[in-house]
C-alpha cells in the first residue's frame, strides 16, 4: 500500500471565512492553480469519478488531490494508487466542512509549483460544505441516482452554489426512480446556469464530457 | 393533496444540550411516549422505510411522525397520504441537524396524548446529526447499499451512537460492490452492540423484523 501523507486539520481562527477565502483565491491565482471544490453526499462516488477522470487528464496538466474525511485514508491511497499523482489525506476530525483556512493547511502541504489544478473532495455532507466557501475558482457536486431526483428540493443551497452537478451512477436507472429531466429542472430552479453532466463512474461513460469540461475550465481560468 | 403543519424551527438557546435532552428523556417518560431518532445520509430511503414499517405497526401503537428537512415539506404530505397517521413537517432552515429544544419545538406541535411512538426523521447527513442528543430513546440509521460498504469507517461517531443500523436497498446488491459481512464487521467495530437488520423498503423485504424490533423496543420500555 502506498505511503500516503495525513493532515490533521485544525480549527480555523479566522472570524472572516469568506475574506479569506478570497485571499487565498487571489494567491492561487497569482501561482497558477486551480482549485476545483467538490462535494456530494456520502457514497456519491467521488472518488471513482475522480480516478477516471484524472487518467484522462494526467497527461495534459498536472493535477493533485486532498482527500477530506473524518477519519480513515482510503481514498486518498485509491487516488494514489489508480492515477500515481499527488494525492494528500486530510482528517477533519469531526468537522463537518471545509473552510478556507482549512483548505489553506492542506495546500501547504502539496507541491503547488507546476500544479494546474487541484481538486479538493470535501466531506461527504449535502449541507455544510455547501456554506463555506473554500477560496476555490468553481464548486461541483455529484448527486447519484439511487439518492434520488427531488434532492435539489430538499438541499437548495448545494445546488444554488455549484457551477457543476455530476449526475453518477446512470447505469442503475433503471432499478430507481429517478427522473432526469424532472432532476434537470428541479437544479434549474437553484441554478439556472448550473451545468448538468450525466456519467456512470464505474463504466466510464460520460466522463470523458466531464474531463472537456474541467480541462475547458482551467485553460480559460488561466488565460483571463 | 393532504395539508401538512409545518414548523419553522429556531435555533436553540440553551447552552447545555445533554442536560436539555436529558429532561426531554425524562418528560416523555413521564407520558409514555418514545421518541426514536432516524439518521441517515439524502436518499438512503428513511421516508419509504417509515412508510412500510408504520403500515405494519399502526393498529398495534399509536405512532406519529416528525419530519425534519432543511426545505420542502414533501415527506411529510408522502407519510400521511401513505400511512394516515399524525404526520407534521419542521424545516430547519439550513440548519444541518436536530438538537434537543429544536425537537421539542416539533413535539409542542404533535398531539402526544395516546401516541406510542414518535419517530423523528431527523436531517438527511452523517456527520452532524449524530453529534447532537436529541433526547430520543434510541437513535437508529439507515446505510443504504449504493453508499456503499465502507461508510463505518468514515463516519464513525454515527455508527457508534446508533443501537440499530438498517441497511436499505439490498435488492440492487448486485449491480454494487457492496460487501455485507465487510459491512457488519465494520459497524460491529463502531458499535458492538448494535443491531442490524437489513431490509429493502421499496419490496418490503425485511420490514418484517424492523417492525418487531421497534414494537419490541417500545413495549420493554413502557413496561420498564
Not at 65 to 73: L, P, Q, R, T
Request: net charge negative.
Amino acid at each position: 500500500m502506498e505511503r500516503i501523507k495525513v493532515i490533521e486539520i485544525k480549527k480555523s481562527v479566522f472570524e472572516n471565512n469568506d475574506r479569506d477565502a478570497d485571499n487565498l483565491r487571489q494567491e492561487l491565482k497569482g501561482r497558477g492553480v486551480y482549485l476545483l471544490n467538490l462535494m456530494s453526499s456520502p457514497g456519491a462516488g467521488k472518488t471513482t469519478t475522480l480516478i477516471r477522470t484524472i487518467n484522462l487528464l494526467k497527461d495534459k496538466i498536472r493535477i493533485a488531490v486532498m482527500e477530506a474525511d473524518i477519519d480513515s485514508d482510503v481514498d486518498a491511497v485509491k487516488i494514489k494508487e489508480a492515477t500515481g499523482i499527488q494525492s494528500i489525506q486530510l482528517h477533519t476530525g469531526g468537522m463537518c466542512h471545509l473552510d478556507a483556512e482549512m483548505t489553506r493547511q492542506g495546500l501547504d502541504n502539496l507541491e503547488l509549483d507546476g500544479t494546474d489544478l487541484v481538486i479538493l473532495e470535501n466531506v461527504g455532507n449535502l449541507v455544510c460544505p455547501a456554506e463555506f466557501d473554500t477560496g476555490a475558482v468553481r464548486n461541483a457536486m455529484i448527486l447519484s441516482v439511487p439518492e434520488g431526483d427531488d434532492k435539489p428540493l430538499k438541499y437548495p443551497l448545494m445546488f444554488s452554489v455549484c457551477d457543476l452537478v455530476i449526475i453518477n451512477k446512470i447505469d442503475v436507472q433503471p432499478y430507481f426512480d429517478f427522473d432526469i429531466d424532472k432532476c434537470r429542472s428541479y437544479i434549474k430552479m437553484r441554478n439556472p446556469a448550473a451545468e448538468v453532466i450525466p456519467i456512470c463512474a464505474k463504466t466510464g461513460e460520460g466522463v470523458e464530457r466531464l474531463a472537456e469540461w474541467l480541462l475547458n475550465a482551467v485553460k480559460t481560468w488561466k488565460t483571463n
